[in-house]
Antibody
Framework: QVHLQESGPGLVKPSETLSLTCSVS?????????WGWIRQPPGKGLEWIGS???????FYKPSLQSRVTISVDTFKNQFSLKLSSVTAADTAVYYC??????????WGQGTLVTVSA | DIQMTQSPSSLSASVGDRVTITCRAS??????LAWYQQKPGKVPKLLIY???TLESGVPSRFSGSGSGTDFTLTISSLQPEDVATYYC??????????FGQGTRLEIK
């Protein structure tokens, strides 16, 4: 069974960089699939942020592309999200998920990141 | 950028009712349409992909249909455990992954 777990600071100051890591168990990232990040502001809908392949190939949502970096560490079986210059609008539950041809079939439990001074 | 619009944004129905949720794409997406269910306080769950293919373990009361720009999710007989927010998703190709705004389903 594939299991994903997000980790990282729950509070980030405005203008700083949000950094999260997703640890994957039950499946080797090196074996394939894309791996993605999705966020959900409190009380609102889902927003895809970007996805990465085990070889480091990435796709980002165009409107976030200038601020987003997703990277992968196949040795640790982890992938990470960095979102720069955050504002209150970036406050959300951040999910990592397995991206199967752009479908998300396994999800982490999500982690709330609040942007506040 | 293709937009996904769901209607209604919320609805209330009785147990046993047939429920239909609509998703419209701003331009044609063939059959690359998925539906997710997010129960209160829970993680989204993939229900249907390729417009009408049920993910393993999804009850047969759920069905999907449509093509091009107009799609529907139907619950043939609403059950209490179906209370959730439902999201459609276009997934034809990254970076054009987009979710609808969600439809909140409640029991009357």
């Amino acid at each position: 069974q594939v299991h994903l777990q997000e980790s990282g600071p729950g509070l980030v100051k405005p203008s700083e960089t949000l950094s999260l890591t997703c640890s994957v168990s039950g499946y080797s990232i090196s074996s394939g699939y894309y791996w993605g990040w999705i966020r959900q502001p409190p009380g609102k809908g889902l927003e895809w942020i970007g996805s990465i392949y085990h070889d480091g190939s990435t796709f980002y949502k165009p409107s976030l592309q200038s601020r987003v970096t997703i990277s992968v560490d196949t040795f640790k079986n982890q992938f990470s999200l960095k979102l720069s210059s955050v504002t209150a609008a970036d406050t959300a539950v951040y999910y990592c998920a397995r991206d199967y041809t752009s479908l998300f079939d396994y999800w982490g439990q999500g982690t709330l990141v609040t942007v506040s001074a | 950028d293709i937009q996904m619009t769901q209607s209604p944004s919320s609805l209330s129905a009785s147990v046993g009712d047939r429920v239909t949720i609509t998703c419209r794409a701003s331009q044609g997406i063939s059959n690359y349409l998925a539906w997710y269910q997010q129960k209160p306080g829970k993680v989204p769950k993939l229900l249907i992909y390729a417009t009408s293919t049920l993910e393993s373990g999804v009850p047969s009361r759920f069905s999907g249909s449509g093509s091009g720009t107009d799609f529907t999710l139907t619950i043939s007989s609403l059950q209490p455990e179906d209370v959730a927010t439902y999201y459609c998703q276009r997934y034809s190709s990254a970076p054009s992954i987009a979710f609808g705004q969600g439809t909140r389903l409640e029991i009357k």
